[in-house]
């Protein structure tokens, strides 16, 4: 294991933190938020001295480095960055314990949205201004930030994009990482520029638009608002809603779409199936809300449409407490939860593609038994899928149900009724932010136990590595054998 060159890599990433938590500055002094002065430059000079002292103080061969180095680093980084994010809530005393602002760092770095605070609007505006950047910086992280911003991890940046679909192919933009991560970079950009800009156009102020057009592009949740996006006016809601869903989709899928390349998006199954989903269960919750609550017709809409992109895409806003609505209707929001957004987006949750994946390979099985000589093949997006791979995301969905299963069972041992232990685990390991019983979208996590915020913070880190990338480096023999790479 090359100890220097993870040291020297971590402390790049304390650099990069260090430059985008400065800009925390601009708005405390925009608005007169002098107490704040001292804990932004406590928290800015330590993640930056760190740093500086990481790189310049290690020096590494480049030819000993092995895939091992680049996993640990990935895993290592994110607690890093966890603990790097939590300095201005606490160092501030906004959030007095230091494990409630680690839960908040790494909730808005894994872009869950999940929040301890009971009043948000209490907060002075640049700590909520780092508070939304923090969904910014995880949601394109997620996707390009290590190739992006390290071209020393070479191949890993594709490695790590690639592992979102488990084996399946992933299609690049281009043959070299640091074109992908160009055209990625410039898309995710894009997208928020155009949000900021269609927001304000609403009637948001430039701050209001920039944290909320940050919490939506990253899929994240976190709002400025103890209402959420509720607080503001139907085309808000309608706008951040399209953003939401366009969030939730493939990344790559955007790029074909801007050079004309449609017939991408008309093929790729997982996006129809996407789309589908949002669709029908609008449709099914706008009915039962409109029969059983004699909603008008345009907010039955609205809101079923704005609550079921915002949790198929892992956001996790919310215009209203869906628990309130009848029983059918957020059970079906609750059945999002275990399906997420799709591949290569900044979504979190299983992903929509790995459903597809296994129900054909399941489907391809059952058929096998009738005609064992037959010759099946599994296609996605009109390429073929080899039966290890789709045994991998198989695999992966079986690990998915194990964790949640195990995490419930901890977060029960702690008192909490079955559908708040439930709604716990499932919102912060698929990146949801609100769950189900007392810690739906009207409430928050400030009533769990110590203990219970340090395994769902765990737990984010988890679901956000997807999986495998985080439990690879528990396994024995990923210590004892040489990963090539």
């Not at 809530?89 to 949205?113: C, Q, V």
């Not at 985080?470 to 023999?477: A, G, N, S, V, Y």
Request: charge should be positive; hydrophobic fraction near 50%; glycine fraction near 8%.
């Amino acid at each position: 294991m090359n100890i220097a060159y993870i040291i020297n890599a971590i402390g790049r990433i304390s650099i990069v933190i260090a430059l985008f938590m400065s800009t925390c500055v601009l708005w405390a002094i925009y608005y007169s938020e002098t107490h704040v002065y001292f804990p932004l430059g406590i928290s800015i000079f330590i993640s930056l001295v760190l740093g500086i002292i990481m790189v310049f103080g290690t020096h590494y061969s480049s030819k000993n480095i092995n895939l091992k180095d680049k996993y640990i680093i990935v895993v290592v980084s994110w607690l890093f960055i966890g603990v790097l994010g939590a300095l201005p809530y606490y160092i501030s005393g906004n959030i007095p314990s230091f494990i409630d602002a680690m839960f908040e760092s790494l909730s808005g770095f894994s872009t869950t949205g999940s929040t301890i605070l009971t009043d948000i609007e209490a907060l002075p505006r640049s700590i909520l201004y780092w508070r939304s950047l923090t969904h910014w910086i995880g949601g394109m992280g997620i996707i390009v930030l290590v190739i992006a911003v390290f071209p020393m991890f070479k191949t890993i940046g594709y490695q790590m994009f690639s592992l979102e679909a488990s084996g399946l192919l992933n299609q690049k933009l281009k043959p070299r990482t640091s074109d992908i991560a160009k055209r990625l970079w410039s898309i995710y950009i894009g997208l928020t520029v155009i949000l900021v800009g269609l927001l304000m156009w609403g009637g948001m102020d430039f701050y209001e638009s920039l944290c909320h057009s940050f919490g939506t592009i990253a899929t994240g949740g976190f709002s400025t608002k103890n209402s959420s996006v509720g607080f503001y006016s139907p085309y808000i809601q309608y706008v951040i809603t399209i953003f939401m869903l366009l969030s939730g989709m493939n990344f790559t899928l955007h790029y074909f779409l801007i050079k004309g390349n449609f017939k991408r998006l008309y093929v790729n199954s997982e996006l129809r199936l996407y789309l589908s989903i949002i669709a029908v269960v609008t449709l099914i919750i706008s009915a039962v809300l409109i029969v059983e609550q004699n909603y008008d017709t345009e907010l039955a809409f609205r809101e079923s449409f704005f609550q079921v992109v915002s949790m198929l895409t892992t956001t996790g806003y919310a215009t209203t407490d869906y628990l309130l609505w009848p029983t059918q209707a957020w059970i079906l929001i609750f059945g999002l939860m275990f399906i997420g957004g799709c591949v290569g987006s900044t979504a979190g949750g299983v992903k929509v593609i790995r459903h597809v994946v296994a129900f054909k390979y399941l489907k391809k099985q059952l058929s096998l038994l009738v005609h064992p000589n037959a010759i099946k093949v599994i296609k996605i997006n009109q390429r073929s899928v080899q039966d290890n791979q789709a045994i991998t995301i198989i695999v992966f969905i079986m690990f998915y149900i194990i964790i949640f299963a195990i995490g419930v069972f901890i977060m029960s041992i702690m008192g909490l009724d079955l559908q708040t232990a439930m709604g716990s685990v499932i919102s912060t390991m698929g990146s949801f932010g609100p769950g189900i019983g007392t810690v739906g979208p009207a409430a928050n996590f400030a009533h769990i136990p110590d203990v219970g915020k340090i395994v769902l913070t765990l737990l984010m880190v988890i679901g956000r590595l997807e999986i495998f990338t985080f439990m690879i480096i528990l396994t024995p023999d990923f210590w004892k054998k040489q990963i090539s790479n």
